[in-house]
């Protein structure tokens, strides 16, 4: 028995096998387009069809796998324009509800971000360990939101996970999250809830931007843009809805709350001077 079947056999079967084949997916073992294929999988597993078929299910509902009618499942692919959608969803969902869940966090909850942002700064070199952190860094918001919020929240974080992991490869993104994460929780530690939900803000647009335009920097974002003018957020792009890196951004109403500093997708900018 091999040390993969004797792990899951150790465990919850379906809830073993979903966290196998899901960390397999992410990690790009199972690459884009790879056929899961059942009767491989149960061999290769040492588990029967069953709870395979299920843990498989589980999968296509988070996205990762998509079902094709006679050709089985197969490895979803890893599309912009999906990312993109997702980061556009959560600049709707999440920038509020923190700035609602701000008064919910204990003293206990911050000192956990805290920690959580240490790690971060200690394996900024180690991109999967780096952004195991971030991860836990944001799901000690994340388990203060309603249910059915928390739900749609972590299904999109699950469609951008594999995206991510590549962008956080690159030299300069952990220090660029690591610095919008440090005035997050500094937010969150004055129970600043305004500056916390537009720190909220400009980190996902900063994160999307990076992770789009560094798989191909001609994209044209539209779901985006739109969730930015719903944000009354106003960023440089041209009439196509291609934005060139670093793009300035400013918020309509001054940006009271936001610190002053930029990333290497973003410079943020005072609004111009209203015309006389």
């Not at 556009?88 to 923190?98: M, Q």
């Not at 974002?221 to 003018?229: G, K, V």
């Amino acid at each position: 028995m091999t040390t993969s079947a004797r792990q899951i056999r150790a465990g919850t079967t379906v809830d073993a096998l979903y966290r196998t084949l899901r960390e397999r997916i992410i990690t790009g073992a199972y690459a884009p387009g790879w056929r899961m294929s059942q009767e491989q999988l149960a061999t290769e597993l040492e588990v029967s069809r069953t709870p395979l078929r299920e843990a498989l299910q589980r999968l296509e509902a988070d996205g990762l796998v998509v079902a094709h009618a006679n050709r089985g499942m197969h490895v979803a692919p890893l599309v912009n324009s999906e990312t993109e959608q997702s980061y556009a969803l959560r600049l709707l969902l999440e920038p509020p509800t923190v700035g609602a869940t701000v008064e919910l966090l204990t003293d206990d909850d911050i000192e956990q971000m805290r920690n959580h942002l240490a790690d971060m700064r200690t394996h900024r070199a180690h991109s999967r360990r780096f952004q195991d952190a971030h991860q836990l860094f944001h799901d000690v918001a994340l388990d203060r939101y309603p249910s059915n919020f928390a739900d749609l929240t972590r299904q999109l974080h699950t469609m951008i996970y594999r995206h991510q992991s590549v962008y956080l490869s690159h030299a300069r993104t952990p220090d660029d999250f690591i610095d919008s994460d440090q005035f997050f929780l500094d937010a969150i530690s004055h129970r600043n809830a305004a500056s916390a939900r537009r720190i909220m803000e400009f980190h996902l647009i900063d994160a999307a931007l990076g992770l789009v335009l560094d798989a191909d920097p001609d994209h044209c974002f539209d779901s985006l843009l739109l969730a930015m003018r719903g944000r009354d957020i106003v960023i440089e792009h041209d009439e196509r809805g291609r934005v060139e890196r670093p793009a300035r951004i400013y918020w309509i109403d001054s940006d009271p709350v936001l610190p002053d500093f930029a990333t290497s997708n973003l410079i943020l900018m005072a609004p111009p001077e209203p015309s006389a």
